[in-house]
């Protein structure tokens, strides 16, 4: 009985081991580098062999050697912001269907919560999936940044704040001017936030970050170090308040965002609609305008992408179409060589934008030789979209902060709240990185300007993107206009907007429906299948009683009572909805898949994401319901260990039911059984 092939695996409670998945990735990278030592204990473990891995890395690791000065960021308390990162969760996101709008069937999310806690616990589910990030976080002026006191307690810092349980002298509180540590604290609750964002992100992801002038330069260093230099994208000016702000000396207009990419080589955006758009040339194809074949990035050059650094060969002598010149990609007689130009600033040669096999497929068709007023000859690209790249500098008055707080006005009836930003600003960034199907995530959502870009941008261009907003339930001022028109947070705020929002487009659809139902069959226009609702998913301690394993000199009355929880673990008021959540969540799956209710060998059992997950939640197991269970080929099942009531037995025999079903079978069909 003690085999371990005869046990089912024990559910793991806690959100991704950020550290045990980086050891993972340095495991495959450089497999002669991990070894066996002997622990405290005298248990052997996997460790890294650090001689090795400098040995692995070559020159790049004498910059460290011996404390040498280098180059880089460093500021009190960085230290621990790796320890809180590398910190797994324990909390859980408990569903509320009452302030929720088409629970059961929508994929939008909004979580109430400390967003560090909701990004912890997102890891699994949400690793490497979210296509666009937009937050404007708080700017540091010293009176809006809510930072936990102790990092070290978050989850228990973050409940006696939402008044989930007594207050213990565990708070939330400002961050004012005059303290010692005013940047410290700001770049500390910032960079851990933006670290496990980061793993979020998809490989072509990008990330918006709103700022202005108090914490620009400190965001950027941070930016570099997470993201990395390679991976700045730009930095866009926004005409926040176009009447001026006088600060005594300067009247500041302005406000920044940062963009940043999780990997460049991967990242595409698309182009902005210009309904002035004028095109110079046309052909049989129709109209376009030219743009240069060289990537404009010095990053990349023959360095760093030699595939694509080779050179084209143009006939001077063999004028097409009027203005351009035949090229090929083998040489010939009298033909010129040409190469990408040499960057004129940093002297750096640059690259094509495309291999060798894609210009060849082009040649003399999309791509032409062309020859400048200067008399020098370049490769050229025909462009034929309608768009353009968006702008560093974002002035119009579409996307001041005046437009934003009158949008708010406009759905609440008065100024609820403070500098929300204008949804124009967020759909342009919508428009610019994330299309049709792909998930965006604010985790900094205030009013959820956001969420509201987002419906609107489906609705304009019949998108299915889905919102994922994150807003700690801080309170508002009680001389508020917020607080005295019934809302109590910033949480309350943030989702009656997004259903007044939802309201208000279901009302324009059933205008445009009707109008549809009296034309004739071809003339009416097809409305989108939108996406018109949100999850509510509130933070809290989980729903299991959980071993406390981290003292090692417990007393004996402690130690009884651990061992009285770890008989009846889960929590006397968690329904049994806040434990298939938390289950679904913790064994990777997203909290948006589809729940089904059915019966299996007289058994209630939930199918999730079209039967790829079962969890039984019932108090008592039979050999029946894991027959039935091993028939129906989930890839996960999850069941109570105590519904086994002792039986070892019966579990021996479960585990030996899967095992014999998942021989045969390749990984990825196997059986994971699993008890909690």
């Not at 937050?135 to 978050?154: A, L, M, Q, R, V």
């Not at 941070?222 to 300067?250: K, M, Q, T």
């Not at 508020?480 to 907007?497: M, V």
């Amino acid at each position: 009985m003690g085999d371990k092939f005869n046990t089912p695996d024990k559910m793991d409670l806690q959100s991704m081991d950020i550290s045990a998945e980086n050891r993972t990735k340095l495991k495959q990278l450089f497999p002669s580098v991990v070894t066996e030592t002997k622990n405290e204990k005298g248990d052997l473990i996997e460790s890294i062999d650090f001689e090795k891995l400098k040995a692995e890395l070559g020159a790049f690791t004498g910059i460290f050697e011996g404390r040498r000065e280098r180059y880089g960021m460093d500021w009190p308390g960085k230290k621990d912001c790796m320890k809180l990162i590398q910190q797994p969760s324990i909390g859980t996101l408990k569903p509320c269907w009452e302030e929720s709008v088409n629970f059961d069937a929508t994929e939008n999310l909004f979580f109430e919560g400390d967003n560090l806690e909701v990004l912890k616990l997102l890891q699994k589910s949400y690793y490497g999936k979210v296509k666009m990030m937009y937050i404007d976080p708080p700017y540091n002026t010293g009176k809006e940044f809510i930072y936990p006191d102790d990092y070290s307690e978050s989850l228990e810092t973050y409940r006696a704040y939402a008044g989930l349980v007594d207050d213990e002298g565990k708070k939330f509180s400002t961050n004012t001017p005059n303290e010692g540590r005013f940047h410290t604290k700001w770049m500390n609750m910032m960079y851990p936030r933006l670290y496990l964002a980061r793993n979020l992100l998809s490989e072509d992801g990008v990330i918006f970050i709103s700022i202005d002038d108090n914490e620009v330069s400190n965001l950027r260093k941070l930016c570099d170090e997470i993201f990395g230099e390679d991976n700045f994208v730009g930095l866009l000016i926004i005409n926040s308040s176009p009447s001026a702000i006088d600060y005594g000396h300067v009247a500041k207009m302005h406000d920044y965002v940062l963009f940043y990419s999780k990997n460049l080589a991967e990242t595409s955006t698309t182009q902005l609609i210009d309904e002035k758009k004028e095109f110079k040339y046309t052909d049989e194809i129709g109209s376009f305008n030219l743009y240069p074949l060289y990537n404009g990035n010095v990053a990349f050059n023959p360095k760093t992408r030699p595939n694509l650094f080779y050179p084209f060969y143009l006939n001077p002598n063999n004028i097409i179409e009027k203005y351009f010149y035949e090229i090929d990609l083998e040489p010939h007689d009298d033909w010129v060589k040409v190469f990408p130009v040499i960057s004129r600033k940093d002297e750096i040669q640059r690259v094509w934008r495309w291999g060798k096999d894609k210009s060849r497929t082009e040649l003399n068709k999309e791509i032409v030789g062309y020859k400048t007023e200067d008399g020098e000859f370049r490769i050229v690209q025909k462009t034929r979209l309608t768009g353009k790249v968006i702008r560093s500098l974002q002035i119009d008055k579409d996307i001041s902060s005046r437009r934003g707080t009158g949008e708010v006005e406009n759905i609440f009836g008065s100024k609820i709240f403070q500098f929300p930003k204008p949804i124009e600003l967020i759909k342009r960034f919508i428009s610019v990185s994330a299309q049709e199907n792909e998930i965006i995530l604010d985790f900094f959502s205030g009013s959820c300007t956001t969420a509201h870009a987002v419906l609107d941008q489906n609705k304009q261009d019949g998108g299915n993107r889905k919102f994922i907003m994150v807003q700690l339930p801080e309170p508002c001022d009680e001389n508020s206009e917020a607080f005295k028109a019934g809302y109590k947070t910033i949480a309350d705020i943030g989702k009656e907007r997004i259903r007044r929002v939802i309201k208000k487009i279901e009302e324009e659809q059933a205008i445009k429906a009707k109008e549809n139902a009296g034309k004739l069959p071809g003339m009416a226009k097809e409305l989108p299948k939108l996406d018109l609702g949100f999850k509510v998913f509130k933070l809290d301690k989980s729903n299991f009683k959980l071993w406390d394993g981290a003292d090692p000199n417990i007393s004996e009355d402690k130690l009884a009572k651990q061992l009285e929880l770890h008989i009846d673990h889960i929590h006397s008021k968690a329904s049994q909805e806040d434990v298939l959540y938390e289950l679904l969540l913790k064994a990777g799956f997203k909290p948006t898949e589809k729940v089904k209710k059915k019966k299996l060998a007289g058994k209630t059992v939930f199918f999730i994401a079209d039967g790829a997950l079962l969890i039984c939640l019932e108090n008592d197991i039979t050999r029946e319901l894991i027959d039935a269970v091993a028939e129906a080929e989930p890839i996960q099942f999850i069941c109570l260990d105590r519904a086994f009531k002792g039986n070892d037995q019966l579990k021996v025999n479960a585990v030996q039911t899967f095992e014999a079903r998942n021989q045969g079978h390749d990984k990825a069909q196997q059986i994971v059984f699993r008890t909690v």
